[in-house]
């Protein structure tokens, strides 16, 4: 082929792929909402800084609510993870690692906490998936409520448009959604046909659930974590409750539990008003380490006024029941939107999980919550969770009678 040919074949081809480029993009813009792809074309993948992006609903605290006692003993802490991580030191690990916030609390008292890479105390850090297990949490409190007749309810029993579209959605109960247990349809990749994609991007997430799910497979045989779950849960609270779900966060869990500081929750969009639910609680990593130590304490707050109930508590996070998640780790498990993992005999700890690195870790046997917020994980989930373990484990053995 001479270098003229050469030169025509590649200009052609480059034509072609442009035209198929901007056929594709009109394609899109008549199947899916201008805002959706207008989101999925400007955001990327999903940044600590899209709490600043989406509209959001806010979560007030409780007037005069109080900071958790403190009892600060930084130097034990340290110790504790430089025999966990030798040749680290604790702070500068943190930081080097894109840490925002990192709290430490031991039988319900701050013994550490420290902020980076210009993050401060009362700064609202996002959530990710840690929204999950607050979720979770409310659909235990509308049970308590009487709102929710009971777990095991179908979903149609609240959403029955579900059940016009698709019959099987019958056999799907609050269960199969809460344990991600569910059988729905769900991909990652790629943009912007995928699942993941529409669920974080969404201009309207109601229309969304109630329109878009897909039945891949009948519930209860194939674990599948995916952002369709926390959707339809969401709407089955805000249809029981009568009220957004962050108003039911405030009035339920929130003030009782005493939180030190308003919150937010993301919107999917001003129009819809509807929670981000898979995502967007916004907060001071010291409340969401007040979270955690809501369900170390059997559900009481720290004034004693019983928020939760422990036969939930336990319900939520214990192994029984669980989904096993081998894959991931020997004694891993799901449920209730937590993770957990079994440890030496009966004890398990248990932690609600956030992408690029949210964590609010609870070891019962240590009587230990840490929480975590940062910009990126720094390190992957398989460095953070045996680290969390073994610092739990070594504050708990030295811990002062």
Known sequence: MSPIDLKRGLRRAAIGLLLLLLLSLGLAWVVYPTAYLWRTLTLGDSDVDDQFRFPSREVRAAPGAREMPAAPDPQRVRRA??????????????AANTTQGFVVLQRGRVIYEAYFNGHRRDDRATSFSVAKSVLGTLVDLAVADGRIASLDDPVTKYLPELRQRDARFEQITLRHLLNMHAGLHYTEYPFPTSDGSKTYCWPDLRQLALQRTAIGQPPGQVWLYNNYHPLLIGLVLERSTGMPVAHWLEQHLW??????????????????????????????????????????????ALDGRRVLSAKAVRAATSPDGA???????????????WWGQRREGTDYDFSARGNHGQFV?????????????????????????????????RLGADAAP
């Open 255 to 300: 003030q009782p539990a005493g939180m030190g500081a308003s919150a937010s929750w993301s919107l999917d969009s001003e129009h819809s008003s509807f929670e981000k639910l898979e995502s967007g609680i916004n907060a001071r990593t010291l409340d969401f380490a007040r979270f955690g130590q809501l369900f170390l304490d059997q559900g009481l």
């Open 361 to 393: 870790f609870v070891s019962p046997k240590n009587q230990v919550v840490i929480a975590r917020n940062a910009r990126e994980y720094g390190v992957p989930p398989r460095v953070w969770m045996p680290m969390f373990e073994g610092l739990a484990d």
């Open 323 to 337: 989904v096993p998640l081998p894959q991931y780790r020997a004694g891993a498990y799901y449920k209730h939107f």
């Open 81 to 94: 993870f430089a025999a966990v991580m030798p040749g680290q030191e604790l702070d500068a690990w943190l």
